[in-house]
Structure formats: C-alpha cells, structure tokens
C-alpha cells in the first residue's frame, strides 16, 4: 500500500508533527505511545526513509519528513473536505454555515442576515470571523471554512471545488473624519499632499492604487506616516485625526465608519466586485439557498449597485 493511502497513518504523522511529541500526540489520538510508534515505525518503512528525528529534546522532522507534510496534509484536508461534501448533497440540507467575511460585510450586511435567518432557519447554524480573501481561499481549500463575503478582485483560478459569484460593484475612495478640513472643501487632488497618509494591510495595496491614481491626476506618489496591520486598526486612527487614506466606499455607509465622509471625485480611484467564494456542494443546499436570498434582500435594501450581477 502506498503511504498516501494510509490515511490513519497520515492523520497520526499530522498530530505528531503538529505536538513535536509522542506522547502528546498519543494523548491526543486516543491511543498509547507504543501503538503510535509502531505506526511512525510502519509509515517510514512505506515511505522508505525516516520522517522523524527522536531525540532527548522532543521529536523534529527530517528533511524526509519536511518534504512529507504538505502532501499529507493536503491529501487528508481533500478527504475530509470530500466526506464534507457527499453528507451536504446527501441530506441536501446545510446545518451550519462557517463563513469569513470582510469587515463591511460583518458589520453592514450580514448581521440582518443572520437575524432574518433565526427565524426563517432556526436549525442553520452561521459561525463568523472577519479576514481577507488571500487568507479565506486557503481556509476553503483546506476545509476551514465554507464561504468568504468580501471584495473579490482577484480573477485568477480557483479550484473547482470552489464558486466564485460577484453581487454587487464597489469602489475605492478617499476617506477622512467628517471633521476633517478636507470634508468642507471642494475636492482638490493636490490638496491630498497636504495631510498624512494612512496605510493599512488587506488584499488591495490601498497606497499603491491611490498613487496611481494622483499621479495621473498631476500629483505625486504617497508615502505613508503610519501603517496599520489591518483596516480595522485604520479607523481608529482615522476619527479625530488628520490622516487621510482609501476606504470601499460602503464603510462610509456602515455602523464601523460612522463618522467618516468619502471625497467627492468623478474618477473612481479603482473598481472591484465584491460577493462570495463558497464550496460548490452547498449550492442547491436548502439552508444555504435561503443564506444566499437573504443576502440578496439586504443588498437591495440597503442600495448596493448590483446592476448585472445577480
């Protein structure tokens, strides 16, 4: 049997890699330490080399074993992903729905959602954390979660377990406190080189795109006096202060950028769509079909421009 087919083996040489100990990962197996052994002993002698260095300081991987673990995981990922998948077109019916989503998303259209879906689904289940879409496609191939909800400009290939469905067009702009000097005048590009720049990390270089877009507007490129590690950290620098950066302009429209105006301008400082990456066994899924018209209720209600994208 090749070692890739040994899925309990697999599973086993993940904990031990994971707890860099024997007993640890025993412990956590349900099963005792000479019995995991012997399984390290066996999965080696199908590999055909060692995978792990034992020592009084704990347990290492070899080299070997460096270049095992990303299969390894990948393959059992694949599996529990595909076991996953069969129990949801099986019962067609989704009983807990994992999601990641972008902070506008989290705190503007999902929450009445979820509110909706309480009474309309009380047997769905909606798990929500915040983050990026580089991060939520790892989590969605690895199994992590099942949908991401957030700006979805990157058009590369996904994999085909995966659905890519924009909803609605947003925008870059530039943002400031309503308190801010800039909010009171008429919208001058050059003006933008007279107040700090704030940059934060996200799946779009905010800096980057606004230089773009002042350097054909006759400005010059930014450098930024601060940089924050999220867009969250951004806004609390940004009330009752004088910086100045790039928001999606539905911020400007949500209960965490209360406070906060867009600049006027007539050229978008650049477009992208926003919707969902979701795994393709959930479509046809009663409690996930009623996720997504609800979705689609909230967005209209609340005017997003989903002009041919539904």
Known sequence: MSAFANLPLLRRFLAVARSQSLHQ???????????????????????????????SRGIQ?????????????????ATSRAEADFQQRRNKAATCVRISAAPVWTSTILPPVAAAMASSAPDLNLKMT????????????????????????DTRALPSFLVRRSLYRSSLAFVVHEAHPLAQEIFAPVRLMDFPWLHYFGD????????????????????????????LSALDFLHDSPFVTCLPVGFCQSRIGAGLVSLRHAEPIRVFDSGLIYRRSFDGVTGFDLLLDGILEVLRAKNFDMADRT
């Open 25 to 55: 990962a025993a412990d956590a197996l349900n099963m005792t330490q000479p019995a995991l052994t012997r399984s390290m002993h066996h999965l080696e002698e199908e590999v055909g080399g060692a995978l792990l260095d034992r020592s």
């Open 61 to 77: 991987l070899t080299d070997l074993g460096q270049l095992f673990l990303p299969s390894a995981k990948e393959i059992i990922a």
């Open 130 to 153: 915040r983050g990026t879409a580089a991060a939520a496609i790892e989590d969605l191939k690895t199994g992590d979660i099942d949908m991401y909800c957030g700006g979805i400009s």
């Open 204 to 231: 779009v270089d905010v800096t980057s795109c606004a230089s773009d877009w002042l350097v054909e507007m006759g400005g010059r490129t930014l450098e930024p006096a601060v940089v924050c590690p999220s867009v």
